[in-house]
């Protein structure tokens, strides 16, 4: 972290709409348990399924933390969203 940043913290609300509620529920209980289990030294994640979106809220201490929750949970999102596919061809 930039020791004389004047940034405190970073927070967001981010929202993955599905093709279906169906397809939202399945991918969100493929990923609950990464984003329960997830180390949060300097940000905390929270999973939230409101019909056919996912809503990711991100609390981050720093730029560089919040950056790397957003990463994760796109990535956990994605790898879910794929197997999906696969499994559905």
């Known amino acids: 972290m930039i020791e004389d940043s004047p940034l ?9 709409e599905f ?15 990464e984003f329960e289990t997830a180390p ?5 994640m929270d999973l939230t399924l409101e019909g056919k979106c996912i ?3 991100i609390d981050a201490q720093d730029s560089t933390s919040f ?19 696969l499994t559905n061809v």
């Open 19 to 33: 093709e279906s509620d169906a397809q939202a529920k399945i991918i969100y209980n493929s990923i609950v348990l």
């Open 67 to 85: 950056r790397a929750s957003v990463n994760s949970a796109i990535k956990w999102i994605n790898l879910s969203l794929e197997i999906n596919n």
């Open 55 to 57: 809503l990711v809220d």
């Open 8 to 16: 405190e913290s970073v927070k967001s609300q981010i929202c993955v």
């Open 40 to 44: 949060d030294y300097r940000s905390t």
